[in-house]
């Protein structure tokens, strides 16, 4: 940490701090600076950025934007802290996509959002928000989103109007056999998204995603609940992996409370989280398989994913939407019968993974198509700031469960998953092995809450919830968790005595996997559309949020 | 005569293909209902990819602004007689999303629904249910409530 | 008196749709099996008027013509397509003795037949105003061609083995030792069926994934109906005229008849759907390497095997 500490000595700060052990809290005086800072930063070495949040102090008249960057390979971090003018005609920054090229759709959105002009950005386009919500800025505070609401036949007829001025500019773009194909929002391999795919026959010359479709704004809606209510939004950002979003924000109210959970509902937060994360897995190889036409994976993975969803539903009553953790540990007592049901689904897996692995993953039909497609090098994967099982899949060791250990993963044996070359099918194989080690981290769980309960170290009724007061004190925290899909990260900003939040930032791995389709997808076939997309374990609640 | 149209009437409700029209997260279970559990086309459901084959459309759940016309267009391709079944809190009054700036509270107002099934989302079991009442709906040979109201017919999409 | 029954009765109309209905039902169940589910159960007994209740209601729903459609493709090649696809029936063997027309040009008859029906399948694709269904027809082109070239030559080798191009005849000359000789050529044809009938994994054409739903996307109602009769029609066509050409048609283990043809043909129809579940799809450059690589060249050297072999083995 020495070493970067040194870098910010030519650069006026106002202050610099360390922050849990693994980041390095930066501001600076001045925006002119932040080009040149970016710089030295990428020199060094650290070459991701996690996001680009800018955080709306009206009182003071200013935006605060906060830049994450992140080294993947060193795991020493860096947030940077810059104040900008908050009146539209001076609300400029320059814009660090020419030097991180992952940072390229975060400031799109921080620009349709807020209202920030980003300096010598490549494509400063409207994203995410509907057509009516154009040179609005609807997350500024002190928007009149009631009033806005009450003409909802005129908004319709904006969004619609914008719709049809795209068609026709793009029916009179092209001639001959090159045209623009709607891979629309009802696309049966798609789900909610749109790309506009322009071919030439049946070859690809360029993607460009058009997201929002799933846009609930819940970044502005948890500002209308209080803090325990957030978790009803919170949990369904996306709904296949339920249960490790909840832990990230509880975890960042917790450090603002000061309050320490107990072990007991440390190790439940544990058991909970690769339940979560088993469930999603085994939709995510399911549809691998379908956007090739083969549905017999899904119906086989469908059928053993519903024994984990009884142990779920044992537990606290729902199968998808549990609301099972909240800031203080997690919400219900434990019965000895939710750990019987896991150990009948455990016994259920071991009964049929064989067949998954013979039958499905040694196909040479589906190795003939997948080994060549897709294919993400080590650079890319740290110049467009990816994670979870596309960066581990190119060979990069990184894994929030083990370079920053929470809940209480620091008491469990497990290791980096790790596969070389990149291509869709080492995808494929990275989920595999992930699902067979959280069995095995679910085996560890299972035994040491046993052990535990019955050695009255852990008393599973009293045990689980910590008490957090309703009022917060002022103050922000990050929190991060290794999620299904990659690293889910929570900026959480709040005001002295305030009931719910002042500002959620949410940064959610698909967004940036979905940056890199059309570096993927140029040249291919339209065949490969479905293939890549599915590979790279994109889920639009996430991507929109 | 009669007799011969109420045959077909009993055929119809029989065998009721839907669209997959996927908007929001109840979509979730409904792949789970066509799993080996709740195994749904012991009924007869099937699911085709293209709305010109289909009898039955979900609202899966939120509807956001962006989205809407292309709901409403899936909806219009669909040969008559054609039924929509709202599934979800969402598709009532918002769901836990009311709060939100940018979901359509109330989607059965521009596109009437024939059923209504309950839950934030609902198990697999109450989307048979729900699928129950609307199958007794076409074999009555009543027509379905968005041939006759909602806003969707002065809305352009 | 005999000939309206053959036209309307057997095998004619009646027959081809009660094969239809009865297909799809065991398709559905079939596939469901291997998925681990129960297919359709509940109408009538296992579910057998399930696909009787599909059909009456596509019958009774409404046939949309979408707007820009170049009517004449549009409209006619439905009608058209079904008529097609159920002619080939007059020149297979039902039962012993009895044949439509016993024609001695009956194998070339058969595969001109088969192979034409495709082609008025990419016409839809053209003529609907639809960028998918463009796509679907360009795919099922390219496909056709190649693989009409190997259905053709494998198609040849029973008639190179028996000297004659008269079904009945080849049906009855064969025995064991000659299935044993035409067994790769047996199962080069079953290749080259499974391309020419767009079932996995070659089914590029109608990929619902790729292309929403290839050349099928525009059509609803009867229209919809009329080409799936098409399509159910080709695979009673091509199961009976695999088992007539290389596994002895109508004759069984203890005695001669229509049921030993039929069990046959379902045989085939199980080992089709075994190979649906178990495969992916393949792209289009993949099939058409494939197709001109290798499935062409081991035809040609299947020939050479059956010249062989009726020289020295048959001895004659």
């Not at chain 1, 046993?450 to 689980?464: A, E, L, M, V, W």
């Not at chain 3, 094969?19 to 169940?29: G, I, L, P, S």
């Not at chain 3, 693989?147 to 030559?153: G, R, V, Y």
């Not at chain 3, 028996?162 to 005849?169: A, G, V």
């Amino acid at each position: 940490m020495e070493n970067i500490k040194e870098l910010f000595e030519p650069f006026n700060t106002q202050y610099m701090e360390l922050y849990k052990e693994n980041w390095l809290k930066v501001k600076l005086e001045s925006s002119s600076d932040l080009l040149d800072v970016a710089r030295v930063i990428k020199n060094y070495g650290i070459r991701s950025i996690a996001t680009v949040s800018p955080t709306d102090f009206i009182e003071d008249n200013i935006f605060e934007m906060n830049y994450f960057f992140e080294d993947l390979n060193t795991y020493k971090n860096v947030w940077l802290k810059v104040d900008i003018p908050r009146e539209f005609s001076e609300c400029k920054i320059d814009s660090i996509t020419p030097l991180f090229a992952g940072a390229n759709w975060h400031e799109r959105e921080a620009h349709s959002m807020y209202g920030v002009h980003f300096i010598n950005h490549p494509d400063l386009s409207w994203f995410i928000i509907s057509a009516d919500y154009y040179g609005k800025f609807p997350f500024r505070k002190g928007f009149d989103w009631k009033a806005h609401e009450q003409n909802l036949i005129e908004n319709m007829n904006t969004i619609v109007d914008d719709l049809y001025d795209e068609h026709n500019a793009n029916d009179e773009k092209f001639d001959g056999s090159k045209t623009i194909l709607n891979w629309g929002p009802t696309h049966p391999a798609s789900g909610p998204i749109r790309l506009k795919v322009e071919v030439d026959g049946e070859e690809i010359l360029a993607i460009e995603p058009d997201i929002g479709y799933v846009w609930r704004a819940l970044e502005h809606l948890v500002e209308e609940k209080d803090f325990l209510g957030s978790i009803v939004a919170l949990e369904r950002i996306c709904f296949m992996d339920n249960t490790n979003s909840m832990i990230c924000y509880a975890q960042a109210v917790e450090e603002i409370a000061g309050k320490e959970i107990t072990d007991f509902a440390k190790m439940m937060r544990v058991l909970l989280g690769e339940i979560g994360r088993i469930v999603s897995h085994l939709m995510g190889i399911g549809g691998f398989f379908n956007t090739m036409g083969l549905m017999t994976l899904f119906m086989w993975a469908i059928d053993l994913r519903e024994y984990f969803l009884d142990v779920l539903e044992n537990y606290s009553g729902a199968r998808v939407a549990t609301a099972s953790i909240e800031p203080g540990g997690v919400r219900y007592p434990l019965n000895m019968k939710t750990l019987e049901l896991l150990d009948v689904a455990i016994e259920e897996y071991e009964r049929t993974k064989d067949d998954f692995y013979n039958i499905f993953l040694k196909n040479p039909l589906m190795k003939s198509r997948a080994t060549k497609v897709g294919i993400i090098t080590k650079d890319e994967v740290h110049d467009f700031s990816l994670c979870g099982i596309v960066a581990r899949a190119s060979g990069v060791k990184t894994d929030i469960r083990l370079d920053e250990p929470y809940a209480a993963y620091d008491k469990i044996d497990m290791d980096y998953m790790i596969e070389e070359n990149g291509a869709a099918k080492n995808r494929l194989d990275v989920l595999f092995k992930e699902i067979a080690q959280s069995i095995s981290i679910l085996k560890q769980a299972s035994s040491d809450l046993r052990d535990g309960i019955k050695s009255q170290i852990y008393n599973p009724q009293k045990d689980h919830l910590v008490k957090i007061p309703k009022k917060l004190p002022a103050g922000e925290a990050i929190s991060r968790v290794e999620w299904s899909r990659g690293e889910l990260m929570m900026h959480l900003v709040t005001q002295e005595k305030a009931t719910s939040p002042y500002r959620l930032k949410i940064k959610a791995p698909s967004f940036n996997h979905t940056m890199i389709l059309e570096h993927l997808l140029k040249g291919q076939t339209l065949s490969d559309i479905p293939l890549v997309f599915g590979s790279l374990y994109i889920c639009q609640g996430d991507l929109d949020r | 005569m009669l007799k011969i149209l109420d045959f077909f009437d009993y055929a119809k409700s029989q065998s009721a293909w839907m669209v997959h029209f996927c908007s929001g997260c109840c979509s979730l279970e409904m792949a789970a209902a066509m799993g080996p559990r709740y195994d749904w086309e012991r009924y007869g459901y099937l699911v085709t990819p293209t709305p010109r084959q289909a009898d039955v459309i979900f609202i899966t759940g939120l509807v956001s602004k962006k989205i809407l016309p292309a709901l409403l267009r899936t909806y219009a391709q669909m040969p008559e007689p054609s039924y929509v079944a709202a599934m979800g809190a969402c598709a009532y009054d918002g769901g836990p999303y009311n709060d939100s700036v940018a979901v359509i509270k109330n989607v059965t107002e521009i596109l009437p629904a024939d059923v209504f099934i309950a839950g934030c989302p609902p198990v697999p079991e109450a989307i048979i249910t729900g699928l129950d009442e609307i199958k007794g709906k076409i074999e009555r040979g009543e027509p379905s409530a968005a041939s006759h109201g909602g806003l969707w017919k002065q809305m352009k999409f | 008196m005999e000939f309206l029954f053959n036209i309307y009765i057997f095998p004619g109309i009646l027959f081809i749709l009660t094969w239809a209905v009865f297909v799809f039902w065991f398709f559905r169940k079939i596939l469901a099996t291997l998925h681990k589910r129960v297919g359709p159960h509940y109408n009538g007994y296992a579910g057998t008027m399930q696909t009787f209740y599909d059909f009456s209601k596509l019958l009774t729903k409404e046939s949309i013509t979408p707007k820009g459609v170049n009517s004449y493709l549009f409209s006619s090649i439905p009608l058209i397509a079904p008529m097609l696809a159920i002619i080939p029936v007059v020149f297979i063997p039902w039962m012993p003795n009895f044949v439509i027309i016993n024609s001695s040009y009956g194998v070339l008859g058969l595969v001109v037949l088969i192979g034409i029906e495709p082609f008025l399948l990419f016409l839809t694709g053209f003529g609907s105003n639809n960028k998918y269904s463009f796509l679907g027809g360009i795919r099922i082109l390219t496909q056709m061609i190649s693989m009409e070239t190997s259905f053709f030559l494998s198609a040849l080798s029973p008639a190179l083995l028996f000297s004659t191009m008269n079904l009945t005849e080849i049906a009855d000359m064969s025995s064991w030792l000659s299935t044993l000789i035409l067994l790769p050529g047996a199962m080069l044809f079953f290749v080259s069926i499974l391309g020419i009938l767009e079932q996995p994994p070659f089914n590029i054409p109608d990929a619902e994934q790729e292309i929403v739903y290839g050349f099928y996307t525009e059509y609803s109602g009867t229209n919809y109906f009329l080409l799936k009769l098409a399509e159910f029609a080709e695979f009673l066509v091509t199961f009976a005229a695999m088992v007539t050409l290389f596994f002895g048609g109508y004759h069984g283990l203890f005695f001669d008849g229509f049921i030993c043809l039929f069990v046959k043909m379902l045989i085939f129809a199980v080992l089709m759907i075994a190979i649906r579940a178990s495969n992916p799809r393949l792209r289009l450059s993949q099939m058409l390497e494939f197709a001109w690589r290798y499935l062409v060249p081991l035809n040609l050297l299947n020939i050479v095997w059956i010249l062989y072999a009726k020289q020295f083995i048959l001895g004659d």
